[in-house]
């Protein structure tokens, strides 16, 4: 079992930034070989991919976030982040750490991203 934990939400203003990060643990196989990434689900919504990183390093992004958001991670602190710039109101929503192996998917339980003026 993979227990994945989120940190660096908060409220910001338009254009401001913010960085998640989240540490994975439990009983799982070598981080490298996880895709990890992050989701995020805003009131009303259906949760949404942001960004996904393979250990390769090969990335995906959501159309809204690509040119703003950027993925990384350090396989040996068994982390990952999300650095989020130029943020918008839109961007406002619970953000989800995940990690996936063949057919198993893990789950943060989220941090809050608030962005408002």
């Known amino acids: 079992q993979v227990h994945l934990v989120e940190s660096g939400g908060g409220l910001v203003e338009p254009g401001e930034s913010l960085k998640l990060s989240c540490v994975a643990s439990?009983?799982?196989?070598?981080?490298?070989?996880?895709?990890l990434g992050w989701y995020r689900q805003a009131p009303g919504q259906q949760r949404e991919l942001v960004a996904t990183?393979?250990?390769?390093?090969?990335?995906t992004y959501g159309d809204s976030v690509e040119d703003r958001f950027t993925i990384s991670r350090e396989n040996d602190k068994q982390m990952v982040y999300l650095q989020m710039n130029d943020l918008r109101v839109e961007d406002t929503g619970v953000y989800y750490c995940?990690?996936?192996?063949?057919?198993?998917?893990?789950w943060g339980h989220g941090t809050q991203v608030n962005v408002s003026s």
């Open positions: 995940y990690a996936r192996l063949s057919q198993s998917h893990y």
């Open positions: 439990g009983n799982m196989f070598p981080i490298t070989l996880y895709t």
């Open positions: 990183l393979t250990n390769p390093g090969a990335t």
